[in-house]
């Protein structure tokens, strides 16, 4: 679990990267179980930590009819199924504060999403529980600024922490990275994670349906490692194009493999 390899990541001992990883949103138990085993049977034979991702429910949407979820619960399970058939911690991102406890009971991390990484009440909710808290730098915040959500969750007594950079906001379509922020956010004592997939966003189309640069996932995976990140953040799936959640941004699963081979490599070269 998470719990057990996270000292070895925050002070710099584990060889490889850690992986975060899975589709953007719960879309069914097949498919989530067939994400992972495929994304378990390539970071085993790599060695590399893996941590499955999925929403249990979108949020954050442009339209009123975009894909929310299939039911909290439903999914909560599902991902509760994942983690216990394949012995891998999960993460799913809450929303509110008295969502933490409830997702607490089925996954290992508790994510705040970018644009709540401010909410004092959200991130104490999350500490409260115990579980590892993973914290979105807002698109709007500096790195430095990142400190003081670090800062409340220690507060609340938990130093079970992750920061994870996903852009800044330029312009009003369009996201742009900025790599100093990675070792800067280091600084707080924490892992950094690279979410290589949301950084690649362009929020806010006319159509209502947000954008992406999927073809650049690689060109940031390979910055982030060569600077010296903790971890990545990919949103996989066997079908993008038809995912019901941020399909434009995703990484094909039958690319994951290639992609994570030339990351080892480079990691390899720079320890």
Do not use: W
Request: net charge negative; with cysteine.
């Amino acid at each position: 679990m998470i719990q057990q390899y996270l000292p070895a990541i925050k002070h710099r001992e584990s060889t490889h990267f850690f992986l975060m990883a899975g589709p953007c949103a719960i879309e069914g138990e097949e498919i989530a179980l067939r994400i992972a085993e495929r994304i378990v049977e390539i970071t085993d034979r790599h060695g590399i930590p893996f941590i499955f991702k999925g929403s249990y429910r979108k949020a954050n949407r442009s339209r009123s009819d975009s894909f929310t979820g299939i039911g909290d619960e439903k999914a909560l399970k599902i991902l509760e199924k994942v983690g216990k058939t394949f012995g891998l911690p999960t993460v799913t991102d809450i929303h509110e504060s008295q969502e933490a406890a409830v997702a607490a009971a089925y996954v290992d991390v508790l994510q705040i999403p970018a644009f709540l990484c401010r909410q004092t009440e959200l991130l104490v909710a999350a500490a409260e529980t115990g579980k590892v808290v993973n914290i979105k730098k807002g698109q709007f915040l500096s790195a430095a600024s990142m400190k003081f959500a670090v800062d409340k969750v220690k507060d609340a007594g938990n130093d079970k922490i992750l920061l994870t950079d996903r852009g800044n906001t330029f312009g009003y379509q369009d996201l742009i990275v900025d790599f100093r922020g990675l070792p800067e956010m280091q600084t707080f004592n924490v892992p950094t994670v690279m979410d290589c997939t949301h950084s690649l966003q362009q929020p806010n189309q006319i159509s209502g349906v947000t954008g992406g640069k999927p073809e650049l996932i690689e060109t940031i995976a390979k910055a982030a490692i060569a600077v010296g990140a903790d971890g990545l953040f990919i949103e996989t799936h066997p079908d993008p194009a038809n995912a019901k959640s941020d399909g434009a941004n995703m990484l094909h699963l039958d690319l994951l493999e290639g992609l994570l081979e030339k990351l080892v490599r480079i990691r390899e070269a720079i320890l």
